[in-house]
């Protein structure tokens, strides 16, 4: 079974507007981290947010916040006032456990577009 | 601070050849990784290490090599490329989890083609 299942291949948004870009995945472990990052065209990989299972807030950093639903298994990413630069691929990923660091597992990836 | 530096940024080797990935940081952390990313399959794990001496296989580990002799390196060797490993190779580091850990730090990435 997929660990980290992204099913959006790509997104369209309007400039300024809110877009969420779902993420669900599967582990039996007590314990995880959910991350999120975004590869522009140029290809490096950015970081943009993280929650952890034992986390009680939904994670918020800037623009970014996550749409944490535990019993769902559900990891969505919310991006705010759409930006041009926020055209890229974005991926979310998985942490299972701790003892053997952050070996994170990756989904497909969701490619969106900004439109003006 | 220079974070994650991976070299060399493009490489071409013919079958059967090997070749040494670089991957250097200088944020003192315990884990590192390498990946390879291929296309609409994400990211996959190569090997990784916890701490220096100390490596283990990722999901996808054949046909690489990995050590960890010194906290800040951690080089991937390839040890008879094949066309199959055309992809591009990006290296991450980390706190561990628990520590400082929510954040994996990644380099630019390595473009590797073998003909």
Partial sequence: AQKITQTQPGMFVQEKEAVTLDCTYDTSDPSYGLFWYKQPSSGEMIFLIYQGSYDQQNATEGRYSLNFQKARKSANLVISASQLGDSAMYFCAMREGEEYGNKLVFGAGTILRVKS | ?115
């Fill in chain 2, 1 to 115: 601070n220079a974070g994650v530096t991976q070299t060399p940024k493009f490489q071409v080797l013919k079958t059967g050849q090997s070749m040494t990935l670089q991957c250097a940081q200088d944020m003192n952390h315990e884990y590192m990784s390498w990946y390879r990313q291929d296309p609409g399959m994400g990211l996959r794990l190569i090997h990784y290490s916890v701490g220096a001496g100390i490596t283990d296989q990722g999901e996808v580990p054949n046909g690489y090599n990995v050590s960890r002799s010194t906290t800040e390196d951690f080089p991937l060797r390839l040890l008879s490329a094949a066309p199959s490993q055309t992809s591009v190779y990006f290296c991450a580091s980390s706190f561990l989890p628990g520590q400082g850990g929510e954040k994996l730090f990644f380099g630019s990435g390595t473009q590797l083609s073998v003909l």
